[in-house]
């Protein structure tokens, strides 16, 4: 049984859309009897070689060498040491000017005032033209999504955008971004883009020439699809209290189809002993290390990916090039891993006997009992949308899914929280299309008897439970 979001409640009006998020400029204590600091001061602690890593915000100075260690963007806050920081939000990362965790590390971390010098602001001012003038995201057309955060971007795909079609579009799939989006490489460039595997420099032209061109239709979905769910169920994470915690319903999926290159191939080819004896041992040796142009780093046991067999180094989905938000030229497709584990714009993959250690690993994607998050769920569905008639049915629509280990067998429905249920009706997209089911969603719908609404409620809840091929059913 899905617990919250598929049980859509049918009111008199249903908001499908909310506004953005309110901006608001983090504001920081009065100065008081802390020391000042002048910037060339502020300058000298800038993290290198065992320094204290300090940072310059509104005219206060903060200490920030142990939040440091726990940035979720990791290296990138090494940009802004010993200088001006609101530099580097205004022109990369306004996502902190929201941040209510990032007030509390301010607060926290205060250790004395800016001793302005004429000088300084002329360079300070000089510095921020510079920065600002590196800013380039791609240009979108943003209808199809609603959006939490607009640098880096983080959206969800309208329901009736994803009801639309089996296959989800390139300009329908939602898009989660950790920062901005690396500049642009020319599509006549693609072929010679570097990428360090095993410790050595090759190319996108060196791997399509030694690995075939495959394809692979799978479902990807953002680990925080519906999170505002996961809050109300298990409580706080690191994510709450920053821009990342957003409202996600049901919209941070998509089924689409990938082409590229086989990674176990590729790892096999490089990394032949290691593989050898991932396969030989009873538990997990390694982990595959994914880097992106962004600097996001994920890994994955490479024990997985071997038995699995599936996942690809992408270079195309839906026939046409990655675009930018999706990690052109390159990035790595796991079916059945949550989306984090499929890193855009790759430029690195390497084994390491410990999963990476930057802190989006280390700290932000892991459940409630601490373990990092890897699979999907075994077995989901979605309500998208549920009308009633003037002749008193109730028409529901959704998807299911797997995480590959089965496919879905069927689908039922409920309005009278589980009392009763209704098949719905399977389409069976994927045979049409020529895609595997092991991977790939399927749409379903089914139609009902309206029911009246409990007495005082006025709203319906409708509840949806998938059954896959070997028996499973979807958990309450």
């Known amino acids: 049984?899905?617990?919250?979001?598929?049980?859509?409640?049918?009111?008199?009006?249903?908001?499908?859309?909310?506004?953005?998020?309110?901006?608001?400029?983090?504001?920081?204590?009065?100065?008081?009897?802390?020391?000042?600091?002048?910037?060339?001061?502020?300058?000298?602690?800038?993290?290198?070689?065992g320094k204290p890593f300090w940072v310059i915000y509104k005219q206060s100075v903060y200490d920030l060498t142990t939040f440091r260690s726990s940035h979720p963007g990791g290296s990138f806050i090494d940009q802004a040491g010993g200088t001006d920081v609101e530099v580097f939000w205004r022109a990369r990362w306004p996502q902190h000017f929201e941040s209510s965790r990032m007030k509390k590390v301010l607060d926290e971390t205060r250790v004395g005032a800016v001793l302005e010098v004429?000088?300084?602001?002329?360079?300070?001012?000089e510095d921020e033209d510079d920065e600002e003038a590196e800013y380039d995201e791609p240009v979108r057309?943003?209808?199809?999504?609603?959006?939490?955060?607009?640098?880096?971007?983080?959206?969800?795909?309208?329901?009736?955008?994803l009801l639309d079609s089996f296959i989800t579009d390139q300009t329908a799939l939602y898009i989660r971004n950790h920062s901005p989006v690396p500049l642009s490489v020319c599509e006549e460039d693609v072929a010679s883009y570097p990428i360090t595997i095993a410790n050595t420099l090759t190319t996108l032209s060196d791997i399509s020439l030694s690995h075939p061109l495959v394809s692979l239709t799978c479902v990807l979905q953002c680990a925080g699809n519906r999170q505002e769910d996961d809050f109300e169920a298990s409580g706080p994470n690191f994510f709450t209290g920053t821009v990342f915690q957003d409202t996600s319903e049901s919209g941070q999926v998509g089924n689409v189809t990938w082409e590229g290159h086989s990674l176990c191939d590729i790892l096999r080819s490089r990394y032949p002993l290691e593989c050898g004896e991932e396969e030989r041992a009873e538990d997990s040796v390694y982990h595959v290390v994914f880097t992106g142009a962004d600097e996001f780093e994920s890994s994955t046991p490479l024990s997985t990916l071997l038995s699995r067999g599936d996942a690809?180094?992408?270079?195309?989905?839906?026939?046409?090039?990655?675009?930018?938000?999706?990690?052109?030229?390159?990035?790595?497709?796991?079916?059945?891993?949550?989306?984090?584990?499929?890193?855009?714009?790759?430029?690195?993959?390497?084994?390491?006997?410990?999963?990476?250690?930057?802190?989006?690993?280390?700290?932000?994607y892991k459940d409630a009992d601490g373990q990092h998050i890897q699979m999907l769920p075994s077995l989901q569905s979605i309500i998208f949308s549920a009308s009633a008639s003037s002749a008193g049915k109730l028409t529901v629509c959704g998807v299911a899914y797997t995480n590959g280990d089965a496919s879905v067998?069927?689908?039922?429905?409920?309005t009278d929280g589980g009392k009763t249920w209704s098949a719905a009706n399977v389409l069976r997209d994927d045979k049409e299309a020529g895609a595997p089911a092991k991977y790939s969603w399927s749409r379903w719908t089914a139609t009902v008897d309206a029911p009246r609404p409990p007495k005082g409620e006025g709203q319906v809840t409708v509840h949806s439970r998938a059954t896959d091929s070997a028996g499973g059913v979807q958990p309450e």
């Open 409 to 414: 067998s069927h689908v039922d429905v409920t």
């Open 1 to 49: 049984m899905y617990r919250a979001r598929p049980f859509l409640k049918l009111a008199p009006a249903l908001c499908l859309c909310a506004p953005l998020a309110a901006w608001r400029n983090i504001t920081t204590a009065d100065n008081d009897a802390r020391p000042s600091y002048t910037r060339e001061e502020v300058s000298e602690n800038d993290g290198s070689e």
């Open 118 to 125: 004429e000088d300084e602001e002329e360079v300070a001012d």
């Open 141 to 161: 057309d943003m209808s199809n999504f609603r959006t939490f955060s607009t640098m880096p971007l983080d959206s969800e795909t309208r329901p009736s955008v």
């Open 312 to 364: 690809i180094l992408a270079t195309r989905m839906n026939g046409s090039p990655l675009s930018r938000d999706h990690g052109h030229p390159v990035r790595a497709v796991l079916p059945g891993h949550v989306g984090c584990r499929n890193v855009k714009w790759l430029e690195s993959i390497k084994l390491s006997k410990s999963p990476s250690s930057l802190p989006w690993n280390q700290r932000y």
